[in-house]
């Protein structure tokens, strides 16, 4: 199972970010597995956004929550994140990742992770 993480690098507040997960070796529309988004801002620990579980229901962190919107593209085997009104704040390293199975805290594959800066 590979997953790679693309979005666009640099945005601007109160810019949405939108990432993709596109996944490989595994359907995420009819995975057994959950798959999750974590950032990890500079000089912080990781810290978990997001998860959608097999049935398509969405978990947030409760301090993202109004900001945060996961989906899944089933069609592209693809999974998908959206932040509103980000801030610099949100600048880290975003990556997804796939659960392990049954788990909702903790992950067996992971994406290389991108970079996302937010700057004015």
């Known amino acids: 199972v590979q997953l790679q993480e693309s979005g666009p690098g640099l945005l601007k507040p109160p810019q949405t970010l939108s990432l993709t997960c596109t996944v490989s070796?595994?359907?995420?529309?009819?995975?057994?597995?959950?798959y999750s988004w974590i950032r990890q801002p500079p000089g912080k620990g990781l810290e978990w956004m997001a998860t959608?579980?097999?049935?398509?229901?969405?978990y947030y962190r409760p301090a993202l929550k109004s900001r945060t919107s996961v989906s899944r593209n089933t069609a592209e085997d693809q999974f998908t994140l959206q932040l509103s009104s980000v801030s610099p704040e949100d600048t880290a390293v975003y990556y997804c990742?796939?659960?392990?199975?049954?788990?909702?805290?903790?992950?067996?594959?992971w994406g290389q992770g991108t970079q996302i800066t937010v700057s004015s």
């Open positions: 070796g595994d359907s995420v529309f009819s995975s057994k597995y959950f």
């Open positions: 959608i579980d097999t049935s398509g229901n969405t």
């Open positions: 990742a796939r659960n392990r199975f049954d788990d909702y805290d903790t992950y067996e594959y």
